[in-house]
């Protein structure tokens, strides 16, 4: 008696192994309820096995119906075992160990399993394999031929595969379409882009063809080089510009923008009119290349105007007379205009007479910052100050606790005086919540009002001294201070005045 024999007499065992095939199924359906539809196979594959079993029990049926129902039965249960055994496999267990298997890897296991299954059954059917093998030689040839296309995205899929060319959820760069691999199916590779379109790439075209894989090391952090194009007026001088765009992204807080490797510029084209600048830095995810595209360029930007380095464009001149006089004259009166009314509104010099105004007007630069610059960094010496127009600035004090949050800075406020009033480091970092409009004021314009006005010294120094009472108790609960000497010496000490 073969297997098949034994089968239809085995009526209990067979309908054990369907109970346990629909008991693991519906435990599989409720513990991975978004796989419903992968289980519609095994569903059938076990409808059909029970039914062929039940048809192999009718009484009046010959032996050899039941013979064959009995062997239909044990065939479509094995069948439905090795799909339900796979799914459990690649869809419940390696998704809970983090590892995402593509597709084809599933359906070649099946595959395989279920050819070497029906050899089995045909071996025990008393059918030699290799008799339907050889029958089938020229018939295979045949189909392959005519299906040459197919075979050849079926072949690229499991060679994409075999080599770790693709895995899923690798960020893929295909052509002009840029993405990650969602899945790779026996004829085509699902790329899935920002725009939640679902981009098909025939195997076959993988195979033939040239494609960028962003992918993490096996040890260390993803890092991906981008390269953004500046042009600059090319009177600037090339260190000042590299200077500027590198410390665009140090000195500011970029999401997804690493600390490590540095970002670098270089000088890349010198063309008629204006240099081409290239700044490249480092991105931690693929995902996210447009946006961070936009943001280090709008840092790099206002560092770029912070540092009085205009963009650089063809030259094309145009002789005008009267006309672009009086443009430039009116354009000129209106940022004066603008500039008198940021002093008049600070406090530190709104005691100044209208002429010592006009003369520090004439000696303010505008400086612009981008949300996240860090204006100014606790210890560092600069001999400026900064006169804030517009926007807010958070300004926060390094203490032996930690970073201390002591206030915010907006229109109207003004930061850095004692470093241009006396040259001590800075006592506060200042970070910009918002797009910040400044002016900027340096040592040199404010020491020529005061040779010719020394007594303008006592005015500043007495709001100067105002300001720092008011200031002072935030500041130093987050950083104990010394006690300071007399504001006016160690102002006229700074700009070398003799007291009055």
């Not at 025939?202 to 993803?222: D, H, Q």
């Not at 930061?415 to 800075?426: A, D, I």
């Amino acid at each position: 008696m073969n297997l098949l024999d034994a089968a239809s007499g085995g009526r209990r065992e067979m309908l054990a192994l369907l109970a346990g095939l629909v008991v693991v199924a519906v435990v599989f359906r409720l513990l991975r309820p978004a796989e419903r539809r992968s289980l519609r196979v095994v569903w059938i594959e076990i409808a059909l096995a029970a039914a062929a079993h039940v048809a192999a029990g009718i009484a009046d049926a010959s032996d050899a119906f039941r013979q064959a129902m009995a062997g239909a039965a044990l065939m479509l249960a094995g069948l439905a075992a090795i799909q339900l055994a796979a799914l459990c496999f690649f869809r419940g267990l390696l998704p809970l160990v983090r590892l995402n298997a593509p597709r084809i890897a599933q359906d070649l296991s099946v595959i395989g399993l279920s050819i070497a299954w029906c050899l089995v059954w045909l071996r025990l059917a008393g059918v030699d394999p290799s008799q339907v093998l050889t029958t089938s030689a020229l018939i295979t040839a045949v189909v392959a031929f005519s299906m040459q296309d197919t075979l050849g995205n079926v072949l690229g899929g499991v060679a994409l595969q075999l080599d770790n060319s693709l895995r899923v959820g690798d960020w893929v760069r295909v052509d002009d379409v840029s993405g990650r691999v969602a899945d790779v199916r026996w004829r085509y590779t699902a790329i899935e882009t920002r725009g939640r379109e679902l981009v098909v790439v025939p195997n076959s075209w993988l195979m033939k063809n040239r494609f960028t894989v962003i992918r993490k090391p096996a040890e260390g952090p993803l890092a991906w080089r981008r390269a953004l194009n500046f042009n600059v007026d090319h009177e600037a001088a090339p260190h000042a510009v590299r200077a500027a765009l590198e410390h665009a992204v140090v000195d500011a807080e970029i999401d997804h923008v690493l600390r490590e490797p540095p970002p670098s510029a270089i000088l890349a084209d010198v063309l008629p009119g204006y240099h081409r600048y290239t700044l490249r830095y480092w991105l931690a995810d693929p995902q996210f290349d447009d946006p961070t595209d936009s943001a280090v360029r709008m840092h790099a930007l206002a560092a770029l105007a912070r540092a009085g380095i205009r963009p650089g464009m063809p030259v094309e001149e145009r002789l005008t007379v009267k006309e672009n006089e009086t443009f430039h004259a009116a354009a000129e009166k209106r940022e004066l205009a603008r500039r008198l009314h940021a002093i008049r509104n600070t406090e530190l010099f709104a005691g100044l007479g209208e002429a010592e105004q006009a003369q520090l007007a004439e000696h303010l630069v505008h400086a612009p910052f981008a949300p996240g610059d860090v204006m100014t960094r606790q210890g560092a010496v600069a001999h400026w100050l900064y006169l804030i127009t517009a926007g807010e600035a958070r300004v926060v004090v390094e203490s032996a606790q930690g970073p201390v949050a002591v206030g915010n800075l907006r229109g109207g406020d003004v930061f850095g005086e004692l470093g241009m009033l006396t040259g001590e480091p800075r006592r506060a970092t200042v970070i910009a919540q918002t797009a910040v409009e400044c002016y900027r004021l340096d040592k040199e314009g404010f020491a020529q009002l005061l040779q010719a006005r020394p007594e303008v010294a006592t005015v500043v120094a007495a709001i100067a001294e105002k300001r720092l009472a008011q200031t002072g108790n935030r500041v130093a609960a987050a950083d104990a201070a010394a006690q300071h000497e007399d504001l006016l010496t160690r102002i006229l000490s700074f700009f070398s005045l003799t007291p009055a």
